[in-house]
């Protein structure tokens, strides 16, 4: 079982405050370090100092690690122009040796981007279909051809389809809880499938959903991987569990509902419930991002007896 840590940066952190929470995270053991793609704060929250780019972010990140993955849950789509997506993931590969996983979405929070003046579209799943194929098809166009798409959304002609990735394959993350599209899509294109904040009986349901597409697919069930993305609050004792959960404005019981809540013996087994179903992989939303001594608690009593 994988712990990756991610992070919300929207509702407030400077590029610093990632930095030394990324350094945590590959100090201490974790897979992964993961931000989401988000340009205004949601909740009660200031947002103070102001929004930090993803992609922005992961290239400081790139050259400021050595070891763990770097990636989005989830990029939106609506954000960037495919061509342009695919050359800033490319570069931030090359900036990490070759580290980077790309989560996308199709973008959903409609009033960042009326905060920034980025254009809301009506139809929004089928422009993700269509940044799927130009930036997988140009990362996976050989070196000297060119790369052409006519779709409806986006028309590319003789694209030189440069930079290429470090990695032969960047890893594709998909998610959500849509009940058909969203599993076809991501058999066509994940290699990894993502359920995002989702109690253990819907999520075991997403997952069995996506493992019925991957099948019709003709892909074999090991090509794709499992994951959660859940809240995580863990203490060594209940005082403790409570007083993290108060700190980002939270109630135990309802992060236990959906999340992993709990004494590291109970957020263990609460993993393992996870497990059964097939997911390999959690995303560990931290939201006090000052709080290194909550990270330092899984990794030792947590991630320790994970294996």
Do not use: C
């Not at 909740?43 to 993955?69: H, M, Q, Y």
């Not at 997988?136 to 166009?141: A, E, V």
Request: aromatic residues 8%; glycine residues 10%.
């Amino acid at each position: 079982m994988e712990l990756r840590i991610f992070t919300e940066p929207q509702q407030g952190a400077s590029y610093d405050t990632l930095l030394a929470v990324a350094k945590a995270t590959e100090d201490l053991g974790f897979d992964a370090f993961f931000r989401s793609d988000h340009y205004l704060v949601m909740g009660d929250s200031d947002g103070l100092p102001g929004p930090t780019d993803a992609w922005v972010t992961l290239a400081g990140l790139a050259r400021e690690t050595s070891r763990i993955k770097l990636g989005t849950l989830m990029t939106a789509a609506t954000f960037r122009l495919p061509g342009v997506l695919a050359i800033q993931v490319a570069q931030v590969d090359q900036m990490s040796g070759g580290r980077v996983e790309f989560g996308i979405g199709a973008g959903w929070y409609e009033a960042e981007h009326t905060a920034y003046g980025i254009p809301f579209p009506a139809e929004k799943f089928g422009r993700l279909e269509e940044q799927l194929a130009v930036v997988t098809g140009l990362w996976s166009t050989p070196v000297g051809r060119t790369f052409d798409f006519d779709g409806t959304y986006y028309q590319l002609k003789d694209s030189p389809a440069l930079p290429k990735p470090t990695q032969t394959k960047v890893p594709v993350i998909i998610g959500g809880m849509g009940a058909k599209r969203t599993p076809e899509l991501a058999a066509r294109y994940a290699d990894e499938f993502n359920v995002p904040f989702a109690p253990l009986a819907k999520s075991t349901e997403q997952i069995g959903r996506v493992k019925e597409a991957v099948a019709a697919a003709g892909r074999a069930a090991d090509e794709m991987v499992y994951s959660n993305a859940v809240v995580a609050v863990v203490g060594k004792d209940d005082a403790e569990v409570a007083r993290r959960a108060a700190a980002i404005g939270r109630d135990v019981d309802e992060v236990k509902a959906d999340g992993l809540a709990g004494t590291p013996a109970e957020v263990v087994d609460r993993i393992g419930q996870y497990a059964e179903q097939g997911s390999s992989r959690f995303y560990l939303q931290i939201l006090d991002l000052s709080d290194l001594d909550h990270l330092e608690l899984i990794a030792s009593q947590v991630q320790a007896q994970l294996g």
